[in-house]
């Protein structure tokens, strides 16, 4: 199976890192910077889970892109997903499965209207990770999951040859029957997860030890949770159970990358992470008026505003 991996971040660097250590035949799309930059350091992976290094890995300019690949691995931000789509666009064959690991569900629509939905699978992945000063790819925990499924649930025969593929390649991968559901309960996570602490400015457990910041996290999950089952895909309790504990939990020093990248004074994902979910309760009445996911959605795009207009400047 050729494996195109679009983007060698902190994502599709780790995983894309891992089945290369596994053998599999693996390619970097990436812009010139980064292909010149593997090509001198390498990609490299720091990890508790085990560390790797591949001398000049295998990378291909979109301008090189000659020939259809099996599978092709979209790691990529939301943001970046137009720019993104015209680059990988010529390695999409009749076959081509595309396996999108982005957040949220908009991108679905988009890859759907460009490819058609047979070409797009459901996917997801469970995992914190970065690149450090020297972009070295950083596993920052033990998760390192990688899930995938038919949208319409059946475990079809390209479903079982992509996870024969990734079966012992050093990281967890999972066929799914009901990918959507899963996808659609990490969206509720992370919209509370990122709303929460970036509304907050602080790590979980700076939230929790606030007062009245239990209560805006707990608000959150609901307002998420009842935008899900509005739309058909009720979040599982076990799930919600979970999910209260990890996001309320006393000393977590857990922020959400979208509050990373905002200190960093970058780009983030609001419009897909909040404003979508938001647009989905609103169409489905699901959505309070003046709720905090509206609120945590104004102070985002009053981030973006700022950081726009700073970068304007001469």
Known sequence: ????????GAIGGYFGGR?????????????????????????????????FTRPSPPTVLAADL????????????????????????P?????????????????LDVLDQRFGPAHVLGGQCLIAATLDAEHRVVHLNQNHELVFGERDGALSDRVRVIAAAMDGAGFEPRASRQILLEMW???????????STCLLRAA????????????????????????????????????????????????????ASMLRDIENHGPIEADHIIGDLIQRGERSGALPAGGLLQLAYTHLKAYEARLARTRSKP
């Open 66 to 89: 000659d020939r259809p690949f099996d599978l092709i691995v979209l790691s990529c931000k939301a943001y970046s997903l137009d720019e993104a789509i015209v680059s990988f666009a």
């Open 204 to 255: 979980l457990g700076d939230i929790a030890n606030a007062p009245g910041g239990t209560e805006i996290v707990l608000g959150l999950t609901d307002e998420c949770r009842a935008i899900a089952s509005s739309n058909g895909f009720a979040p599982r309790a076990e799930f919600i159970e979970r999910s209260r504990a990890m996001l309320t939990a006393a000393g977590s020093p857990l922020t």
């Open 91 to 107: 390695a999409v064959g009749p076959d081509t499965a595309i396996l999108p690991l982005l957040n949220g569900m908009r991108h």
């Open 185 to 195: 309960e990490k969206w509720v996570f992370l919209a509370a997860f990122a709303g």
């Open 1 to 8: 199976m050729r494996i195109l991996v679009v983007g060698a």
């Open 19 to 51: 089945l290369l250590e596994a053998g599999r035949d693996v390619s970097f799309l990436v812009r010139p910077g980064r292909a010149a930059e593997l090509a001198a350091i390498g990609l490299v992976i720091k990890s508790a889970n085990g560390n």
